[in-house]
């Protein structure tokens, strides 16, 4: 996919947890397109954070994102059992693929 | 309530041709850029294509160049994805998900269907 994520990070509830999605100056390190997906199974992905940091309507402050040169970062604080699922970045990018998304993370709860 | 149901997922032989469509509803459809993203079972998600608003532009990803075409129509609501020459890697679940701003392409995606499967196989 072009962009690297951690296949799994873990942590207790109440506990923050920081996923990483790592990139290019070709993809996440371009601009501003970057976003992050939750996805329990068999359902739908959910928009968590677009362009970077922003937060849609209806999704808990718990969730915040950031970005510095080619990695991206979603961090979930005070984790909560409903937050275990997969996550995944996505950017666009400058190249023949434009859109692109990382591998995915399985957050799980302790 | 704003939706997106995908239609037209089944078993087609390799070298087969099918098409998915997409009905959307609750918003106005023809203010935004409508996507593709497939996820193969138990993997993860590969964007596949994307159509303006208007419908004078698209993208396709690599993978599917010159074998799946992306339309749609605005009077009906509805994105369509024809897909040709199949392969066994094109086995995946097929989601429209709607851009995230109005009149442009924005990367990120705020509606997305539940999904229909395509396996490609003999």
């Known amino acids: 996919s072009g962009l690297t994520q951690p296949a799994s990070v873990s942590g207790p509830p109440g506990q923050s947890i920081t996923v990483s999605c790592t990139g290019t100056?070709?993809?996440?390190?371009?601009?501003?397109?970057v976003s992050w997906y939750q996805q329990h199974p068999g359902k739908a992905p959910k928009l968590l954070i677009y362009?970077?940091?922003n937060r849609p309507s209806g999704v808990s402050d718990r969730f915040s994102g950031s970005k510095s040169g080619n990695t991206a970062s979603l961090t979930i604080s005070g984790l909560q059992p409903e937050d275990e699922a997969d996550y995944y970045c996505?950017?666009?990018?400058?190249?023949?693929?434009?859109?692109?998304f990382g591998p995915g993370t399985k957050v799980t709860v302790l | 309530e704003v939706q997106l149901v995908e239609s037209g997922g089944v078993v087609v032989q390799p070298g087969g041709s099918l098409r998915l469509s997409c009905a959307a509803s609750?918003?106005?459809?023809?203010?935004?850029?409508m996507h593709w993203v497939r996820q193969t079972p138990g993997k993860g998600l590969e964007w596949v294509s994307l159509i303006s608003w208007d419908g004078d532009t698209t993208y396709y990803a690599d993978s599917v160049e010159g074998r799946f075409t992306i339309s749609r129509d605005n009077s009906k609501n509805s994105l369509y994805l024809q897909l040709d020459n199949l392969r066994s890697e094109d086995t995946a679940f097929y989601y429209c998900?709607?851009?995230?701003?109005?009149?442009?392409?924005?990367?990120?995606?705020?509606?997305w269907g539940r999904g229909t499967l395509v396996t490609v196989s003999s």
């Open positions: 609750g918003f106005t459809f023809g203010d935004y850029t």
């Open positions: 100056t070709s993809d996440v390190g371009d601009d501003d397109y």
């Open positions: 362009e970077v940091s």
């Open positions: 996505g950017s666009y990018a400058s190249r023949n693929t434009l859109g692109v």
């Open positions: 998900a709607k851009d995230g701003a109005v009149a442009g392409i924005y990367w990120y995606f705020d509606l």
